[in-house]
């Protein structure tokens, strides 16, 4: 008797004060809050039983991990009681009397509630570890979604429209699921694939039935979707291409760095401005102090690498993933359960021409400059792994690796299985602030280009994550073509061979005796005096007096430089990018320079190749991309090239 009276009092409870009209905001609301704090703690409770990884993830990740968790189940309530009210409720059915926009029911209302919770709990989260959580986009987004659902709760106003769009939810589950596979290192797996494919269908579902709706979390699946452009300006000294990239350090904090298609890492200098060393920078004998640099004590986001992370096993280039936990000196039943939580140890990266970068491995939040459908949006992405050098050698700024590894910036962010592109100005743009080239990563750096010219990607196995190409042979103005060696249009089963696309290296670097054989022939052909005393001052091989009687000093006679690939592929390189006037006007004379260079065992350029007969046989150099688009497509396996003015398209 006993118990059916307190069953008795129960329900009444519920019936008369919870579910009343007048309760069910305020019950449904606390009933949100406290979903969400039993799904972060079951999440959390499952995932440290069946997920192996968990434990090494840092504090950080944990929590965010949690709040995915929590984010799931609440996408998946408020969908299907979305659906429900919308299509089978008949609350909105057309049988009923009244305006549409005027009806709920106390389910809708406390279905409204329970979202509001959500809202309510997340953005205290977002609040109290900002930025790590989420950035102002996250700030608006949820505020501007909980006051929306907020007021058609509390007025009964508008509920159809607020469910239908609430029904977009259900492209969460993917979204976290997708942010899951890439923290436990399942990025290149067919689930990470199959998921990938699950939620395009499921946008394009959505898309078609009630438009596209931002909603939480877009920045961690837009690169799916998004078309990317960042800015690429020129180091005039160096005569390299930059990237302009960010990282979040309380503030938006902007570096600048060399886009390099030969290496992986990104890195940014780090300490303050007096302990940053870089030596042979310049002047040979002084040090250069680049600025900004970036300080990983004042970001709150930033947390080293773990030395069990596949990126530590990357950048230390082991065979043996156990090794940077055993040099970190963790202990052996932790390393070999995947459990130790050392932090990654410190690594020398080297360069070409003796460059080297001292540094260790940290995670940050990196933001691009993008759109989305021409929209310009700032998007955040949390966990880039990126080298914070302190001391380096012949290396006075960051690099943005843009080659074929994991730690590559395309690759973390998930473009490397599209590709991208990428068209430089000319090098009269250099000092020029108001303009920059562009660079397109995703989608819509594929899509139409029918009129480029293909040529297929080659394979190394020694050096897998260069881009590779292969060159047939060169030809001068009409003339015929000189044949390249064979090395230069196949690899070897040694991983040599071929000619490498890397923007890292300034010109273009081609073997003897291929390399002698173009410049007798240019010499052969070219009309001009030869200028042997700028040829011995600045190391090029073949200058020539050109009569300028009026600047700028473009009408020469000078021929067209073509290469041709693999493919039946003729390029022929803008004039500009082949040669370059090393002198000012004098006497109505203007000293014009071929800048190509020879392909040395030791070549001074800062690139990884080797020499003619170890590595690549060949490297097309940022130079000769001048006034070229240039699109990597990673889907086909192939690189496209169409020569254009890359300034109307800045």
Known sequence: MAAKAYKYKAELLVKDYLLADSYVPYASVLGGILMCKLSYDFTRFISSFYFKGYASLTKMQKIEWNNRGMSTVHAIFITLMSAYLVFFSGLFS???????????????????????????????????????????????????SLTAVTYTMLSGEGQLYTFMSLISETTTPGINLRWFLDVAGMKRSKRYVVNGVAMFVTWLVHGDSSGLNVHDGYQTHISDLILVRIQIKQMETFGYLLILCGFQQGKEKVFQVYLDTGSDLTWVPCGTNSSYQCLKCGNEHSTSKPTPTFSPSQSSSNMREL??????????????????????????????????TRPCPPFSYTYGGGALVLGSLAKDIVTLHGSIFGIAILLDFPGFCF?????????????????????????????????????????????????????????????????????????????????????????????????????????????????????????????????????????????????????????????FKIPCPHTPCTQDELPLINFHFLGDVKLTLPKDSCYYAVTAPKNSVVVKCLLFQRMDDDDDDDNDVGGANNGPGAVLGSFQMQNVEIVYDMEVGRIGFQPKDCALHA
Not at 390 to 411: N, T, V
Not at 449 to 468: A, G, R, V
Request: negative net charge.
């Open 387 to 543: 080298g914070c050098v302190g001391s380096s050698i012949r290396e006075p700024i960051g690099i943005a690796g843009f080659g074929k590894g994991s730690l590559s910036l395309p690759s973390q962010l998930g473009f490397l299985d599209k590709g991208f592109s990428h068209c430089f100005l000319g090098f009269r743009f250099a000092r020029n602030p108001n303009f920059t080239s562009s660079l397109i990563m995703g989608d819509l750096a594929l899509s139409a280009k029918d009129d480029f010219l293909f040529t297929p990607m080659l394979k190394s196995i020694t050096n897998p994550n260069f881009y590779y190409i292969g060159l047939d042979g060169v030809s001068i103005g009409d003339g015929a073509a000189i044949a390249a060696p064979p090395s230069l249009s196949s690899i070897d089963s040694e991983g040599n061979g071929g000619m490498i696309v890397d923007t890292g290296t300034t010109y273009t670097h081609l073997p003897d005796p291929f390399y002698t054989t173009i410049l007798s022939s240019l010499a052969s052909v070219i009309p001009y005096e030869r200028s042997y005393d700028l040829e011995m001052r600045t190391g090029f091989d073949l200058c």
């Open 94 to 144: 057309d049988q009923q009397n009244g305006p549409v926009t005027f009806r709920s029911s106390s389910l809708s209302n406390f279905t409204l509630g329970v979202s509001v919770g959500y809202f309510i709990t997340d953005l205290a989260m977002i609040l109290w570890l900002y930025p790590s959580l989420g950035g102002m986009e996250y700030l608006v987004h949820h505020v501007l």
């Open 307 to 340: 030395c069990g992370s596949h990126f530590c096993v990357d950048i230390h280039s082991s065979d043996n993933s156990h090794d940077p936990c055993a040099a970190a000196g963790c202990a052996i039943p932790s390393f070999m359960s995947g459990l130790c």
